[in-house]
């Protein structure tokens, strides 16, 4: 079993429309929960980070965090074809690495 | 933009060389993560420099090698390079402590290995 695993898409989803990216992970002593954008040929971008069971919303994202079933998830509304990429999610236990999924590609589509 | 920065951009070697990747973190940040990422999956984790030592190491063998420097800028080296080493590598530079210690990553480097 990965330690963190995505749907590696791709998620087309149409403009104005709800994006929807899961992740689960495997350690339950993982602390913290990061969502990084990538666009081909960039490098990750950091969107919001999380570390508390809920919901954090940062303008057209929202994070969700459930740690009783190992899963974070992120929400854009509104998307726009600007929002076409690859989105890692990426989680921290107690090392201070990274752990990352393998990505969710994602199209917006005009 | 991150402030964090890295060189060379692309690079092209041959099999059994070496290779330097430097990297200059933020400002303010005092710790430096090398990830390689292969095409098509996520960064993978190769080890990570605070106060000029190392802290935490992913599976990669010891000719992936590295050093901070006071200025908290850092270099990944790698040896007897092998073609599964073409990779674009990254670097993240974070302030060691809190819940986050979030990571902010540079452009990365891009290594051809022919």
């Known amino acids: 079993q990965k330690e963190v695993e995505q749907n590696s898409g791709p998620l087309s989803v149409p403009e104005g429309a709800i994006a929807s990216l899961n992740c689960t992970y495997s350690?339950?002593?993982?602390?913290?929960f990061f969502w990084y954008r990538q666009y081909s040929g960039k490098s990750p971008e950091l969107i919001m980070f999380?570390?508390?069971?809920g919901d954090k919303e940062d303008g057209r994202f929202t994070a969700q965090l459930n740690k009783a079933s190992q899963y974070v998830s992120l929400l854009i509304r509104d998307s726009q074809p600007s929002d076409s990429a690859t989105y890692l999610c990426?989680?921290?236990?107690?090392?201070?690495?990274?752990?990352f999924g393998q990505g969710t590609r994602l199209t917006i589509n005009p | 933009e991150t402030g964090v920065t890295q060189s060379p951009t692309h690079l092209i070697k041959t099999r059994g060389q070496q290779v330097t990747l430097r990297c200059s973190s933020q400002?303010?940040?005092?710790?430096v993560s090398w990830y390689q990422q292969a095409l098509g999956q996520g960064p993978q984790f190769i080890f990570q420099?605070?106060?000029?030592?190392?802290?935490g190491r992913g599976n990669f063998p010891p000719r992936f090698s590295g050093l901070q420097f006071p200025n908290y800028s850092s270099e990944l080296n790698v040896n007897a390079l092998e073609l599964d080493d073409s990779a674009l590598y990254l670097c993240?530079?974070?302030?060691?402590?809190?819940?986050?210690?979030?990571?902010?990553f540079g452009p990365g480097t891009r290594l051809t290995v022919l």
């Open positions: 400002s303010g940040h005092n710790t």
């Open positions: 999380i570390y508390s069971n």
């Open positions: 993240a530079s974070s302030m060691r402590g809190g819940l986050t210690d979030t990571q902010y």
């Open positions: 990426a989680v921290r236990g107690g090392a201070q690495k990274l752990v």
């Open positions: 420099y605070y106060r000029e030592e190392e802290n």
């Open positions: 350690d339950r002593g993982s602390q913290s």
